[in-house]
């Protein structure tokens, strides 16, 4: 599965910004998407994961409320809708597919075997 992700940019606080996931390749109606981010000097971590066939999604603790996994069965795309957006949001967003089949996988970048490139969010205080 090839994944290019798009949509970030320099924000304030309080702001809201759509990331957007693009895929292609192989078949993916049995995969998992998620989003992760990645902030400088830290370790890559979960934000949130959609399943491709069942739309069910999963959301790290500190954005539930804030943040909404979607996607679009018809244009192949999955979306990160995040609002109320905080300084500390600031991080490299990186959308990613899962083949495994169990749900403990999906919270972590090692259960993700296709990575898009990353793209840029800023929030300024």
């Known amino acids: 599965v090839q994944l290019q992700a798009s949509g970030g940019g320099l924000v304030q606080a309080g702001e809201s910004l759509r990331l957007s996931c693009a895929a292609s390749g192989r078949t993916f109606s049995n995969r998992v998407m998620g989003w992760f981010h990645q902030a400088p000097g830290k370790e890559r971590e979960f934000v949130a994961a959609i399943s491709w066939s069942g739309g069910i999604t999963y959301y790290e603790d500190f954005v539930k409320g804030r943040f909404t996994i979607s996607k679009d069965n018809a244009k192949n795309t999955f979306y990160l809708q995040m609002s109320s957006l905080k300084p500390e949001d600031t991080a490299v967003y990186y959308c990613?597919?899962?083949?495994?089949?169990?749900?403990?996988?999906?919270?972590?970048?090692?259960?993700?075997?296709?990575w898009g490139q990353g793209t840029l969010v800023t929030v300024s205080s």
């Open positions: 990613a597919a899962s083949a495994r089949a169990i749900r403990s996988s999906w919270y972590v970048a090692s259960g993700y075997g296709d």
